[in-house]
T-cell receptor, first 119, second 112 residues
Framework: SAVISQKPSRDICQRGTSLTIQCQVD?????MFWYRQQPGQSLTLIAT?????????ESGFVIDKFPISRPNLTFSTLTVSNMSPEDSSIYLC????????????????FGSGTRLTVV | GEDVEQSLFLSVREGDSSVINCTYT??????LYWYKQEPGAGLQLLTY?????DMKQDQRLTVLLNKKDKHLSLRIADTQTGDSAIYFC????????????FGSGTRLSIRP
């Protein structure tokens, strides 16, 4: 399957600052996804990032708070802007991974996540 | 809207079978997944099933799908301490890349 390198793995940040999370994939992928997992919660999709176009944000998430870059088919960044303690979460990137099975199956591989604590 | 529900906790004795249950609401679900999240780690795809299948077996894992009742289960045979993790049920509704809807996760703990 695709191998995803996500950095940083964890960080503690001051409120009001911003943090950029990087996601590097070892193969070219069309779509990359950014998720948030709040403490003790499930995963919530923040946005879908396609190369060469603006990211598509889910309800409740806006570009000013979570700007995303997708400069090429193997890389994306998510910035958490003007952070507050409520932004403390694990942030995960994900890619569709057709290598997980053949044919028309679209599986998803996840990075190891970035554990963010805002103080 | 789409919803995926799971019980939050399950405790089993080492060597017994674990059965984690999941219900979903979207009848157009095409793919159903089980992901495993170990402490401090990302999500690992354990197994998946197409909506036109009833059962899938992969070594110690058995997935059962009751499409009529929109019920999915994951059975882990001979549960080991290394199986301790949070297990997420998830579904997607299209054969092209689309968002996955995750359940809340079931925390599986193993007792000796």
């Amino acid at each position: 399957s695709a191998v995803i390198s996500q950095k940083p793995s964890r960080d503690i940040c001051q409120r009001g600052t911003s943090l950029t999370i990087q996601c590097q994939v070892d193969s070219q992928v069309t779509m990359m996804f950014w998720y948030r997992q709040q403490p003790g919660q499930s995963l919530t999709l923040i946005a879908t990032a396609n190369q060469g176009s603006e990211a598509t944000y889910e309800s409740g998430f806006v570009i000013d708070k979570f700007p995303i870059s997708r400069p090429n088919l193997t890389f994306s960044t998510l910035t958490v802007s003007n952070m507050s303690p409520e932004d403390s979460s694990i942030y995960l990137c994900s890619v569709e991974d057709s290598s997980l099975a053949g044919g028309n199956y679209y599986g998803y591989t996840f990075g190891s996540g970035t554990r963010l604590t805002v103080v | 809207g789409e919803d995926v529900e799971q019980s939050l906790f399950l405790s089993v004795r080492e060597g017994d079978s674990s059965v984690i249950n999941c219900t979903y609401t979207d009848s157009s679900s095409t793919y159903l997944y089980w992901y495993k999240q170990e402490p401090g780690a990302g999500l690992q795809l354990l197994t998946y099933i197409f909506s036109n299948m009833d059962m899938k077996q992969d070594q110690r894992l058995t997935v059962l799908l009751n499409k009529k009742d929109k019920h999915l289960s994951l059975r882990i045979a001979d549960t080991q301490t290394g199986d301790s993790a949070i297990y997420f049920c998830a579904e997607s509704t299209d054969s092209s890349a689309s968002k996955i809807i995750f359940g809340s996760g079931t925390r599986l703990s193993i007792r000796p």
